[in-house]
T-cell receptor, first 113, second 114 residues
Framework: NAGVTQTPKFQVLKTGQSMTLQCAQD?????MSWYRQDPGMGLRLIHY???????DQGEVPNGYNVSRSTTEDFPLRLLSAAPSQTSVYFC????????????FGPGTRLTVT | DQQVKQNSPSLSVQEGRISILNCDYT??????FLWYKKYPAEGPTFLIS?????DKNEDGRFTVFLNKSAKHLSLHIVPSQPGDSAVYFC?????????????FGEGTQLTVNP
C-alpha cells in the first residue's frame, strides 16, 4: 500500500515550457486534489475532483489543467510555465465523508526560470 | 479573503511544556476542522480533527478546542517533545461544497527546544 505517490520529486522548467505532474493513489479514494505551497501562504487549492470524470477549480486554477479518467490518477498539467508557478506542489486524496482527512503525497518542487 | 488564519508564524517552547497553536476562521458554515503537521521535504500528515458540533477532541498528547462563538480553535500539545518541531496547519471543511474541500491557514512553525 503506497498511499499517495507523486512524480517527479524535483523539476526545473524554462518559461513557456509545459509539463505534467503525476499523482496516483491506491486507497480507492473518491476525492483528489492539488495544492501549491508558497512561503507564508499555507496550502492553496488549485483543482480538485470528487470522482472519475468530475473536476472543478479551486482558489488558484489559472495556468493549470487537470483530468480524472480513473479513480487512481489525477495529473496536473502546466500548459505554459511562468516564474510565478515556482512552488511546491502537493497532491492529496480522501473519502468524501467526515472527518475529511486528506492523505498527502511527498510533493514536487518546481522551479521555473 | 483569508477564511482561515493562523496569526503566529512561529512558536518556540521548552521540552516538556505545553505548546498552544491558534487558528481563527471567519465562515460559520465550516463543519469540520483539522490539524496537520508538516516536516521539511515531506507532505503534510493528519494529526487530529474536530466536528463543529463538539468543543473538544483529545488524542494522546494532542487536544483540539473549538470556540464557535469566537470562531477560534486551538491545538494543545502536552508535553511537548523535540520531535514535535514542525509546521502546523489548521484547515476547515465547508459544509456546502464537496465535503472534502479544505481551506488551510498559513501555518505555524513550532520549535521545541531540548
Amino acid at each position: 500500500n503506497a498511499g499517495v505517490t507523486q512524480t517527479p520529486k524535483f523539476q526545473v522548467l524554462k518559461t513557456g515550457q509545459s509539463m505534467t505532474l503525476q499523482c496516483a493513489q491506491d486507497m480507492n479514494h473518491e476525492y483528489m486534489s492539488w495544492y501549491r505551497q508558497d512561503p507564508g501562504m499555507g496550502l492553496r487549492l488549485i483543482h480538485y475532483s470528487v470522482g472519475a470524470g468530475i473536476t472543478d477549480q479551486g482558489e488558484v486554477p489559472n495556468g493549470y489543467n487537470v483530468s480524472r479518467s480513473t479513480t487512481e490518477d489525477f495529473p496536473l498539467r502546466l500548459l505554459s510555465a511562468a516564474p510565478s508557478q515556482t512552488s511546491v506542489y502537493f497532491c492529496a486524496s480522501s473519502w468524501v465523508q467526515p472527518p475529511y482527512e486528506q492523505y498527502f503525497g511527498p510533493g514536487t518542487r518546481l522551479t521555473v526560470t | 479573503d483569508q477564511q482561515v488564519k493562523q496569526n503566529s508564524p512561529s512558536l518556540s517552547v521548552q521540552e516538556g511544556r505545553i505548546s498552544i497553536l491558534n487558528c481563527d476562521y471567519t465562515n460559520s458554515m465550516f463543519d469540520y476542522f483539522l490539524w496537520y503537521k508538516k516536516y521539511p521535504a515531506e507532505g503534510p500528515t493528519f494529526l487530529i480533527s474536530i466536528s463543529s458540533i463538539k468543543d473538544k477532541n483529545e488524542d494522546g498528547r494532542f487536544t483540539v478546542f473549538l470556540n464557535k462563538s469566537a470562531k477560534h480553535l486551538s491545538l494543545h500539545i502536552v508535553p511537548s517533545q523535540p520531535g514535535d518541531s514542525a509546521v502546523y496547519f489548521c484547515a476547515a471543511s465547508l459544509r456546502e461544497t464537496s465535503g472534502s474541500r479544505l481551506t488551510f491557514g498559513e501555518g505555524t512553525q513550532l520549535t521545541v527546544n531540548p
